[in-house]
């Protein structure tokens, strides 16, 4: 039935299991991904959609480094858009609509085209743990599946408990049923658990909408895609979302809910995403808005199933629709399921180390939800991280750890293990503090190299890399190098309301103005034949237009990182005993003990840990 013994389980099979399961497999271990419903793989269990502000960042990474999410999110793309291009490139962040019944079904033949993969349909109810090391699995069958490490992402199926208006009942999702079992093991070894909350909002049938009533919401006319890889090709047609707004009538139904709503009532005490609110938790917390914007999302290229995005709610389900028929444009809706709440268990995350090891239990990890993050794209970055981080120790190579300047995944990690979270974590550009170097558009040059060398991204991947790297760098030398004649430039110059040339001048110079675009630069002398003569792709060419408009501000960030990280060099020896430290302050002794740093650089990130507490630091270290 089994292998005798895995080097790899993945327990559960959501975006986090997926992405562990896929890395741990491509990286040559011998992996098993066993999950309660094989149907269910990928699910989408809440918006239709992958990426956003800085979780589109999170995409392209996971991409780069060879995971499937950003394939799986072009193949089943309904629509893509490039979100805050009117910002600095640092603040762009792709976006796709999904559909959702593709989304699932690729990324199963994804995984089942994986090689050193295999599958089991089963609840896992235990771990099995000898002398703090995790040796396998139990499932609620009795069946004992024995491996040499272990990435639990379970989701929000740890004592799932649904919630919608006076009623409630046990499941991870609606129509299927929570795990249980897994916590107690945790907490029995000595593990800290805490319930965390989220909800979705109610799925409508689209022929009952009049979408005249709303904003069309319509992709971007020249689509990209989140796949570095030749394997997928950009949208060739796209399906409009619409928008439409709630209004003080639907605010005061909702209210009328209010006394049979989990969230008011005491019934839900775990604390929910707060950038992500109920449309209950909106209303009362935002009682001068008058009203809210509803997003309306197709579910797919030909279901008429719809996500009513911005509508989440555990109200009573009389309530939802009395409610959700006063917005305009759903004046005749009728309802496919109602929204609700969920409750889950979750391990606060300072337990656990950057490799996404558990401090406590050898060769267990967690990943996603379990961890106290929500979204999709923060959880698949963790089952990607935690699936080549247990490869590793398997194989007894060295840990694979990224750092803050080099990947929003090395922000949320570290986010994670040093602050930790009492709320579901989400991921913002405004976490990172180098997000100048950490953009959607440079994410293979950060990351490729070192994923091929972990034997992870393949060898076409490396290569594609390396030629976009050669030839827009060229293209930057080459605008250095070549002059152009006021006579030339300043017809363009005029025409974008910027100060004329009195000279000649390097057209990087020029270029580097803010006024000045690509299209621009192309009317000058020479521009467009190296282009044409150097085969340079679309891609090559916005990456040599970051590197000339932002090459001040990358090489600033780069110097401050360059500081930082000498710090990250500095290591705490383990077990490293703090109480001695007296004239340090007791809160930063105390949170030191807890998080147990593994460099000065994460101990200078705690919260309560003062600059003051890090020179104390240093010189108790004698440096």
């Known amino acids: 039935m089994f292998e005798k013994q895995y080097d790899v389980i993945v327990v559960g099979a959501g975006h986090a299991g997926s992405e562990a399961a896929a890395a741990a497999a491509n990286m040559g271990s011998k992996t098993l991904l066993i999950t309660m419903n094989l149907q269910n793989i990928a699910q989408m269990s809440c918006n239709p959609a992958m990426g956003g502000i800085a979780k589109g960042q999170i995409v392209r990474e996971i991409d780069a480094m060879g995971g499937y999410s950003g394939i799986v999110s072009d193949t089943s793309a309904i629509q893509f858009k490039m979100l805050n291009k009117s910002k600095g490139p640092a603040m762009w962040s792709p976006r796709v609509q999904s559909d959702r019944m593709r989304f699932a079904e690729d990324w199963r033949l994804k995984l089942e085209q994986t090689p050193n993969l295999d599958f089991y349909q089963e609840m896992v109810a235990g ?82 909408l009049d979408y005249s009533k709303m904003t069309e919401q319509p992709g971007d006319d ?118 609700y709440a969920i409750e889950y268990d979750y391990f606060p995350p300072t337990q656990l180390k950057h490799t996404l090891e558990t401090k406590l239990i ?68 405004s976490r990172a503090e180098y997000r100048t170097l950490l953009r959607q558009d440079n994410a293979d040059f950060r990351l490729t190299e070192r994923s091929y060398n972990l034997g992870l991204a393949s060898e076409d991947r490396m290569r594609k890399m390396e030629q976009k790297k050669e030839k827009s760098f060229k293209f930057v030398e080459f605008l250095k190098d070549l002059s152009v004649v006021p006579e030339e430039a300043n017809p363009v110059l005029e025409k974008r309301k910027s100060s004329p ?12 103005r803010p006024q000045i675009t690509m299209e621009d630069v192309k009317n000058f002398s020479g521009v467009e034949e190296f282009i044409h003569e150097n085969e340079l792709n679309e891609e090559m060419i916005e990456q040599t237009e970051i590197q000339v408009k932002y090459s001040g501000y990358i090489q600033k960030e780069k110097n401050n990182a360059d500081k930082l990280n000498r710090l990250e060099d500095v290591k705490i020896p383990q077990n490293f005993d703090y109480s001695n430290i007296k004239s340090m302050s007791y809160e930063a002794r105390e949170k030191l003990k807890k998080v147990q740093p593994a460099t000065v650089s994460q101990a200078s990130r705690i919260s309560g840990v003062s600059p003051n507490d890090i020179s104390v630091l240093l010189v108790y270290m004698g440096r």
């Not at 604390?271 to 914007?293: L, T, V």
């Not at 040339?501 to 580097?512: A, H």
């Open 127 to 208: 771990l099995i743990i000898e002398k703090d090391k995790v040796i396998g699995v139990r499932t609620s069958l009795g069946l004992e599946v024995f491996g040499k490490s272990v990435v639990c992402t379970n989701g929000t199926f740890l004592n799932g408990l649904i919630h919608i208006g006076d009623k409630q009942f046990g499941g991870g999702r609606a129509g299927e049923r929570a795990a249980t079992g897994i916590t107690k093991d945790l907490i029995d070894v000595g593990f800290e658990a805490g319930r965390m909350k989220t909800g979705t909002p109610p799925r409508v049938d689209g022929r009952s």
């Open 222 to 339: 020249i689509p990209g895609k989140f796949s570095y890889s030749d394997e997928t090709k950009p949208l060739s047609k796209q399906r409009s979302c619409h928008m439409t707004y709630t209004s003080n009538e639907v605010h005061e139904i909702l209210k009328e809910g209010f006394d049979r709503s989990p969230m008011f009532n005491g019934r839900i005490q775990s604390i929910g995403p707060r950038y992500c609110p109920s449309i209950e938790d909106k209303i009362n917390r935002f009682a001068d808005k008058d009203r809210h914007q509803l997003f309306v999302e197709p579910e797919g290229w030909n279901t008429v199933e719809v996500y009513v995005n911005g509508f989440s709610t555990s109200l009573p389900e009389d309530v939802q629709f009395k409610a959700l028929r006063s917005v305009a444009g759903f004046e005749n809706v009728k309802f496919f399921r109602p929204g």
């Open 362 to 429: 050898d060769g267990l990890y967690f990943a996603g939800q379990i961890n106290g993050t929500t979204g999709y794209e923060e959880a698949a970055c963790q089952g990607m991280m935690a699936g080549i981080n247990a490869a590793l120790k398997v194989q007894e190579k060295d840990e694979f750890i990224l750092k803050r300047n080099e990947a929003y995944i090395g922000v949320l990690i570290d986010d994670l293990i040093t602050k930790g979270t009492e709320e579901p974590y989400r991921m913002f550009t």
């Open 501 to 512: 040339m009195k000279q000649s001048d390097k057209v990087f110079k020029v270029f580097s």
